[in-house]
C-alpha cells in the first residue's frame, strides 16, 4: 500500500487454479499488483507467478503437496498492476490458456502444451486497455469456441487520483461513484487465434456498471449460457442470451440487479450453483460491510427471489466486506456450502485505533448448507461454521480472490486464497473425505479443426485435442432417487480462475450413480454408471 | 490513545424490567485516533472530551460526544459514550435509541434490536424507532415480528410511506403478492417521489403474473429512500463542523435546487479544507448553477491551479469557458481532461465539440471517430460525427 489511497490497490488480486501443464493435477497462478506511481506512465511490479503443482501421491493414499515456481521457464511475462485471472482453451489444442486481467492492457497467454506460454495479447487483439478485474471464457454462440468476457471497472488513474476523505475529513479510499463505470467487452472467437469485440453488436454496450464480479452458467434453463455481471454500487445485470449472439439484460425484472430493499450494493464477487438442489442455477453475490451478501433463489425459469435474509445468509455478512466467494461441497454431502472470503475497502477504525498498518483485515466465512427449512417457508437455510472451520478462519486478513478446486486430487475442494497486502493461503479440505463423491471432467470440442497459429508443430493436451466444456451440465442420478446438477466452470468467485472438472457429493451413498450430461451446444449423452472415489473423464461422444 | 482517567462506573440497573437494562460495568471512553481528522473536528471532539472530566455525571456531555463521533462515523468510539448517556439518565429514550443507530452501522443487529425496543420502552409509540426495529426485523428474515411494528408506526402517523413500504416488503417476503401491491401502491400514493419503492413493487407485480406493470414499474425505480421522519438523526447532521460535513449539506442543498445554500456550505467547506479540490469544484458548479458565471470560472480556474489532475475541474472550466466564448481556453482544459483521463466520454465529447466551433474540423472528426470507437453505447459521438459530414458536404 503506498499510503496515497490509490484506488487501484485494494481491488486486487484474484488467483487461479488449472492444470498448465496437463499432468493431471492443479497448478496454481497467483496474480501480483506491484507499485503505483503516479509519475509513472505504467505501475511497475514482479508480476504474477506461476506455480507446478508436483503432488506426490504416498503409497498409503496420503498426499505430499510441493509447488515450485515456474514463472521463468514458462514464459509467462505479466506487466501492467494485476487484477485477475480467468483460465481456459480458447485455440482448442487440450492445453488452458490464461487470461489476465490488468490496471493496464490485459494479456492473453497462449499454452503451449509444453510447459511455456506465448503472449498474443496483441494479435489476439485481446488486450483491452480499461481497468479490467474479472473475467469468463464462455462459449455463448454454441460454436465449440470459447468467447471471452471482460468485466471492466472505473476510469481512474493515478496522476489523476483525487483524494477523498470520511465526514471527519480524514483521508479514505474513494468509493466507486467517484469515478466513471467503464463498458465492458465480449469478444468472440473466430476461430484462427484471433477475437473481434462483438460488445456493441451483442448488445452489451448500451448498460454496463462498475463491474467486479462475472459468473456464466445458463440462468433461464433455455440451454444457451447466459452473463451474470456484478456491479461496484450500481444494479447488476443478467444478460439472457437470446440465440443469436445477442444478449438483453434482464437484471431488473429477474430480481437480480438490486437488494431485496430496491438498492443497489457494491457487488464483488459472484457465484452459481443449485444450492436448493431443484435443477436450476442460483446466484449469490458478495457486498459491501453493512450491506450483507445476497441470495438469488432462481425459479428455474430465470426469476429469481432474494432470499439472503430467510437462508441467514445476509445478517450473518454484514459486519464483513466480501469479495471471493463459491458455492462448493464441502464435506460431500450432496449440498453446495459456501466460503466467503472478505476484506474491507475503507478503512476500519477499530483497527486504526490500535495502529494497525493495514486496517482493512477481516475474517473469512464458512457457511454449511442445511437444506430446507420448513420453518423458513422450505428456504434452504445456511449455518455458520466459520468457527469451525480450523484455526485458518480465525485468521484476519485483507481477502480479495478465492479459487476453488481439488489440488491433491483426493475427492474434496481445496481454497487457494488470494490477499491484498499479504500471502496467498491454500486451504486444505479435511472434511470431504468423510463421505463418497464421483469426479468429472466433462472434455469434448472440435480436436481436429484445430488451430496452428504459427509454423511450429501444433502439440495437444494430454487429452489429445480435447479441451474441458465449460458450461456443461451434469445431472446425478443417485441410486436414493435425489437428483444433483452441478456444472462445469472455471469462472466465478472474484478475479480468478476456479478447477473446471466437477466434483460431487455423495453423502454415504456408494453406488455408481447414472450420469446426464447436457452439453454446451445443447446435445445430451448419459452414463449409466460412474464410478464412485474417483476422476473420470467424460468425452463428449463417448455416452450414450 | 488517549483515554479519560475514570474509573469504571458501577452503576445500579436503573430498570428492572423487560428488555434488557444496560450492562453493569461500563467500557471506558476513549478517543478514535483523530491525528488524520480535520484541525476542526479534532478542536470539537477534543473539546467535548475534556468536558467530561468536569462532569463525570453529566448525561448530556456523554451523549454530546457520543453525537459527535456518531456524526463522525467513528461507531465504536460513539458506543461507550452513549452507554454512560443511557446509565447516567436511564428515563432518557435519546440515548438507547442513537444506540440502536450505532449497532445497526456496525452491523449488529443482536445489539441493535434491544436497544430501539429500550428506546420504545421509554417512549411508547416512537415512530422512528418502531420503522427500525421493523427494518432489523425484516432484514433478519422475520416478517412477521416486523410487520407489527409498522402497523403500529402507520396508527399513528396515517400514511407513514417508511411504514407503508416495509409492510410492502414484508408482504412480499412472505409472497402475499396481493397484499404487497397494495401497500407499495399506497406508499407511492403516498409520495411520488420515494423511486425505490417502484422495485419491490415491481416485483410483487411479476409475483401475479403482471409483467407489463412490473417492467412498467421498473423504468420509474430510482434511489430516493424511503426512512421515516427522524428528528434525533436529522439532528446530528449539522453538530458536526468539517469540511465534509459541509460538503455533504452542500450537495444535499445542490440536489434540491437550493443553489444559494449549497454555495455558503461549498464555500465553509473551502474555508476548512483549502486543499481539498472535491468542495471548491462543487463551489464552482453551484455558482454556475446559480447564475455566478464569473465567480464559478474563478473556483474552477483555483481548482485546476491547486489541482492539475483533477480531469473533471479541467471539464469543468472548459464547458463554461466555451460557453462564455473563450474557445482557445475551452479547447486547452478540455484536451487536458481527455488527456488525463482517455475514458472521460463527455469531456471528449465537449473538446470535440469545441474544436469544431473553432472550425478545426479535422481534429473534431478525429475525437468524435475515437469517441465513437471507444464509447459505442454513447449515439452523440456518432451523431455529431453524422452532422460534422453533412456540413462539409453540403459546403
Redesign the interface.
Known amino acids: 500500500m503506498s499510503g496515497k489511497f490509490y484506488y487501484a490497490e485494494i481491488i486486487g488480486p484474484g488467483a487461479a487454479m488449472f492444470d498448465a501443464d496437463n499432468d493431471g493435477d492443479l497448478d496454481v497462478y497467483l496474480v501480483q499488483g506491484g507499485s503505483i506511481d503516479s509519475q509513472a506512465t505504467s505501475p511497475a511490479g514482479p508480476g504474477g507467478r506461476l506455480f507446478r503443482n508436483d503432488l506426490v501421491i504416498n503409497p498409503d493414499g496420503t498426499r505430499t503437496l510441493r509447488f515450485t515456481d515456474v514463472t521463468e521457464r514458462s514464459g509467462i511475462r505479466s506487466h501492467g498492476y494485476g487484477m485477475g485471472v480467468a483460465a481456459g482453451d480458447f485455440n482448442n489444442d487440450g492445453c488452458v490458456d490464461l487470461y489476465l486481467t490488468n490496471f493496464g492492457p490485459n494479456q492473453l497467454f497462449r499454452n503451449n502444451c509444453d510447459g511455456t506460454f506465448t503472449d498474443v495479447s496483441r494479435q489476439s487483439r485481446t488486450d483491452d486497455p480499461s481497468w479490467s478485474v474479472s473475467a469468463a471464457f464462455v462459449d455463448y454462440d454454441r460454436d465449440g469456441w470459447l468467447d471471452l468476457f471482460v468485466g471492466n471497472y472505473l476510469s481512474w488513474r493515478a496522476a489523476s487520483s483525487m483524494p477523498c476523505f470520511g465526514p471527519s475529513g480524514r483521508p479514505d479510499y474513494c468509493s466507486p461513484n467517484t469515478y466513471q463505470p467503464q463498458p465492458s467487452r465480449l469478444y468472440h472467437n473466430n476461430h484462427d487465434g484471433t477475437f473481434t469485440d462483438v460488445t456493441a453488436a451483442a448488445g452489451l454496450a448500451g448498460d454496463f456498471g462498475p463491474a467486479l464480479g462475472v459468473s456464466t452458467a445458463d440462468f433461464n434453463g433455455d440451454g444457451w449460457i447466459d452473463i451474470y455481471v456484478a456491479n461496484d454500487g450500481q444494479p447488476n445485470q443478467l444478460w439472457i442470451n437470446q440465440r443469436n449472439g445477442t444478449f438483453r439484460n434482464l437484471g431488473l425484472l429477474s430480481g437480480t440487479a438490486l437488494s431485496a430493499h430496491g438498492k443497489a450494493k457494491a457487488g464483488m464477487g459472484v457465484d452459481a450453483g443449485d444450492i436448493d438442489n431443484d435443477g436450476d442455477e442460483d446466484l449469490f453475490v458478495t457486498n459491501l460491510m453493512g450491506e450483507g451478501n445476497d441470495l438469488y433463489i432462481n425459479s428455474g425459469s430465470g426469476l429469481f427471489e432474494e432470499q439472503s435474509a430467510r437462508s441467514g445468509l445476509g445478517v450473518a455478512s454484514r459486519a464483513y466486506t466480501g469479495f471471493g466467494a463459491a458455492w462448493f461441497d464441502i464435506d460431500n454431502d450432496g449440498r453446495l456450502d459456501s466460503l466467503i472470503v472478505n476484506g474491507a475497502v475503507q478503512t476500519i477504525e477499530a483497527l486504526r485505533r490500535v495502529n494497525d498498518p493495514l486496517p482493512l483485515h477481516q475474517r473469512k466465512l464458512l457457511f454449511r448448507n442445511l437444506g430446507p427449512s420448513a420453518g423458513s417457508g422450505q428456504a434452504t437455510r445456511f449455518e455458520d461454521v466459520t468457527a469451525r472451520g480450523g484455526a485458518v478462519f480465525q485468521l484476519s486478513e485483507v481477502g480479495r480472490g478465492a479459487a476453488f478446486g481439488d489440488v491433491d486430487n483426493d475427492g474434496d475442494t481445496d481454497v487457494l486464497v488470494a490477499n491484498n497486502n499479504g500471502k496467498p493461503r491454500l486451504l486444505i479440505n479435511n472434511v470431504g473425505a468423510r463421505n463418497h463423491w464421483i469426479g468429472l471432467r466433462l472434455a469434448g470440442g472440435p480436436g481436429s479443426i484445430r488451430f496452428q497459429a504459427d509454423a511450429r508443430p501444433a502439440r495437444a493436451g494430454r487429452y489429445g485435442n480435447s479441451r474441458d466444456m465449460l458450461g456443461a451440465r451434469v445431472e446425478i442420478i443417485l441410486d436414493n432417487g435425489m437428483t444433483l446438477w452441478r456444472r462445469a466452470r472455471s469462472d466465478g468467485s472474484y478475479a480468478s480462475a476456479n478447477d473446471p472438472r466437477v466434483l460431487v457429493g455423495l453423502g454415504q451413498s456408494t453406488r455408481a450413480p447414472r450420469v446426464h450430461v447436457v452439453w454446451p451446444d445443447g446435445s445430451t449423452e448419459e452414463w449409466s454408471s460412474v464410478a464412485i472415489d474417483r476422476y473420470t473423464t467424460l468425452t463428449q461422444g463417448s455416452g450414450k | 490513545?488517549r483515554r479519560i482517567a475514570f474509573a469504571l462506573l458501577v452503576l445500579a440497573a436503573a430498570c428492572t424490567s423487560e428488555p434488557k437494562a444496560p450492562p453493569a460495568v461500563l467500557p471506558e471512553v476513549?478517543l478514535?485516533?483523530?491525528s488524520?481528522?480535520?484541525k476542526?473536528?479534532q478542536e470539537q471532539i477534543g473539546a467535548s472530551y475534556q468536558s467530561l472530566t468536569s462532569k463525570a455525571n453529566d448525561a448530556e456531555a456523554y451523549g454530546a460526544l457520543g453525537n459527535l463521533l456518531l456524526?463522525?462515523?467513528?461507531?465504536?468510539?460513539a458506543e461507550p459514550c452513549y452507554l454512560h448517556a443511557q446509565a447516567l439518565a436511564p428515563d432518557d429514550p435519546r440515548w438507547p435509541y442513537y444506540l440502536g443507530h450505532v449497532y445497526m452501522?456496525?452491523?449488529?443487529?443482536d445489539k441493535a434490536i434491544p436497544s430501539f425496543e429500550r428506546a420504545l420502552q421509554l417512549r411508547p409509540g416512537d415512530v422512528p424507532a418502531l420503522v427500525w426495529l421493523g427494518n432489523l426485523h425484516?432484514?433478519?428474515?422475520?416478517p412477521d415480528l416486523a410487520e407489527p411494528l409498522y402497523e403500529q408506526a402507520l396508527s399513528r402517523q396515517p400514511g407513514l410511506v417508511a411504514a407503508l413500504f416495509g409492510l410492502g416488503?414484508a408482504a412480499?417476503?412472505?409472497?402475499d403478492y396481493t397484499r404487497a401491491v397494495d401497500r407499495l401502491e399506497q406508499a407511492l400514493s403516498a409520495d411520488p417521489r420515494a423511486s425505490?419503492?417502484?422495485?419491490?413493487l415491481?416485483?410483487a407485480y411479476?409475483g401475479l403474473g403482471d409483467?407489463a406493470t412490473?417492467?412498467s414499474h421498473?423504468r420509474q425505480?430510482g434511489?430516493v429512500?424511503v426512512g421515516p421522519p427522524d428528528p434525533l438523526m436529522v439532528a446530528l447532521r449539522d453538530v458536526?463542523h468539517?469540511?465534509?460535513?459541509e460538503e455533504?449539506r452542500g450537495e444535499r442543498a445542490l440536489n434540491g435546487g437550493d443553489f444559494p445554500t449549497a454555495v455558503s456550505h461549498f464555500r465553509t467547506a473551502v474555508e476548512?479544507?483549502p486543499d481539498?479540490?472535491?468542495p471548491r469544484h462543487k463551489l464552482g458548479t453551484a455558482l454556475s448553477l446559480a447564475g455566478d458565471t464569473r465567480g464559478a470560472l474563478e473556483q474552477f480556474q483555483e481548482t485546476v491551479r491547486r489541482?492539475p489532475?483533477?480531469?473533471?475541474a479541467h471539464y469543468s472550466l472548459g464547458v463554461l469557458l466555451a460557453q462564455s466564448g473563450r474557445l482557445q481556453e475551452a479547447v486547452e482544459h478540455l484536451s487536458t481532461a481527455v488527456r488525463?483521463?482517455?475514458?472521460?466520454?463527455q469531456a471528449k465529447y465537449g473538446y470535440a465539440l469545441a474544436l469544431a466551433q473553432m472550425k478545426r474540423y479535422e481534429e473534431a472528426r478525429t475525437q468524435l471517430a475515437e469517441g465513437a470507437a471507444l464509447?459505442?453505447?454513447r449515439r452523440e459521438f456518432a451523431d455529431a460525427l453524422a452532422r460534422l459530414k453533412e456540413g462539409r458536404s453540403q459546403k
Not at chain 2, 105 to 109: E, F, G, N, V
Open positions: 490513545m476513549t478514535p485516533d483523530l488524520r481528522t480535520e476542526s473536528v456524526a463522525a462515523e467513528y461507531f465504536d468510539a452501522s456496525r452491523a449488529m443487529p425484516l432484514d433478519q428474515g422475520q416488503r412480499l417476503a412472505k409472497r425505490i419503492v417502484h422495485y419491490p415491481a416485483l411479476r409483467t412490473a417492467e421498473l425505480r434511489s429512500e458536526l468539517s469540511a465534509a460535513a455533504e476548512l479544507a481539498n479540490p472535491s489541482s489532475g483533477f480531469a473533471q488525463l483521463d482517455p475514458e472521460f466520454a464509447f459505442p453505447a
